[in-house]
């Protein structure tokens, strides 16, 4: 620990409204999530959203990533999963690393962040 004083911090209410994070909670809850839950930018644009390139479209391919974080996460004990979705491309088959963490948020209380593998 050390004594320094943060000049400045970055919430993630604030990364939900510059668009950095795509908040998802609603069809997060459906899916039997119980915490706030938001996926990145990257996540979003090169994989959800991107129905051009995809046989399914982007309520689908969100459903598929939580269906799938659902049954890797009931297999963790920690709080980060690192998991893999096959997404079906009209020109094949991609798979994707994926990882979610569930912490704090901006209140303390617990939220679940999907990303893509290497972000952070």
């Excluded at 995809?54 to 998991?83: C, P, Q």
């Excluded at 893999?84 to 094949?92: A, D, P, R």
Aim: proline share 2%; hydrophobic share 40%.
């Amino acid at each position: 620990m050390n004594d320094w004083d943060a000049i400045y911090s970055y919430s993630r209410k604030q990364a939900i409204e510059d668009g950095i994070l795509i908040d998802c909670t609603e069809i997060a809850k459906k899916a039997g999530f119980k915490y706030p839950t938001a996926i990145t930018r990257g996540l979003w644009d090169g994989f959800i959203s991107n129905d051009d390139e995809f046989l399914y479209d982007t309520k689908g391919k969100l459903w598929d990533v939580l269906m799938v974080l659902r049954i890797e996460a009931k297999k963790s004990n920690g709080n980060e999963v690192h998991f893999k979705v096959l997404f079906q491309k009209k020109s094949g088959k991609e798979e994707v690393d994926l990882w979610a963490v569930i912490d704090g948020g901006d209140d303390g209380k617990p939220v679940i962040t999907i990303l893509l593998e290497g972000e952070d």
